[in-house]
């Protein structure tokens, strides 16, 4: 199959094998999105301009619907791709090793360790262009999870993307010193997506917990060396008796460690992400 014209959307709505209703979220309309002979599902759901929801391990599970339901509430059109695992899945101990499986060998993510880029970084820029040219506004936002979380750094190598957030970066995998000080992003973008972050005062937000080993302290040190103030580091406090008792362990900021309580840092962190959004997706008439 050859590539698909970049002037002609292509997700499709209706439901297949792959992407079937889920039904404790009816209110996410299932469909596919192809790109490069490559089709994966798609779930879109609101009104308003877009932004792409790009899933931790092990998938689409309760706590990522819900999450895109509050930016759906919020006035966004949510895109969810599944890259990993069934849409609805619960979040088990066996679903996470069998994502963690297919993560460590599949083509389409494990290039990032050789610093190459992987095929899904593209994949996810095509959808992010067909989700503007759907939704319009002045752009898309883009948020990955934990394996994702570089994604969205990755997809501002393309124009449409003008939104980032990194929530958990966790890739590459913190085996060494050089690796705790590094993103999965192809190393030959770095210095187009900081060009245009400088001329679109476009901002990058990354989130973690300060105990969490899978996000050390030192790649969002790497992340201000290269960005400079266009890097909002947010760091929320997990140590031992910490003032909101959060667990030692906590990974996933604004899913399943996430409290929908005004004086929680998870919450107020997602108010920042919310108003980084806003800011950047609503034009000057509508704010």
Partial sequence: MSK???DTPEWKSGTSKSAPIVEDYPDF????YTFNGVSRPVYKSGEGPAIIVIHEIPGI???VWNFARRLNKAGFTTYLPSLLGSPGMPYTTGNLLKSMTKLCVSKEFNRFAFREE???AEWLRALARDAH???GGPGVGAIGMCFSGGFALAMMADEAVIAPVLSQPSMPLTISKKLRRDIDVNASDIPKIKARME?????LIGLRFSGDKLVPGTRFKYLVETFGEKF????IDSSSGNAHNIKSNAHSVLTRDYVDE???PTYQAFQKVLALFKKQLFSASEQ
């Avoid at 001329?199 to 901002?203: T, V």
């Fill in 262 to 264: 005004k004086d929680h």
């Fill in 4 to 6: 698909h014209s970049l």
């Fill in 232 to 235: 909002v580091g947010i760091s």
């Fill in 199 to 203: 001329r679109d005062d476009i901002c």
């Fill in 133 to 135: 040219r759907s939704c």
């Fill in 29 to 32: 309309e299932p469909g596919s």
């Fill in 118 to 120: 992987a095929p899904i």
């Fill in 61 to 63: 599970y309760d706590e």
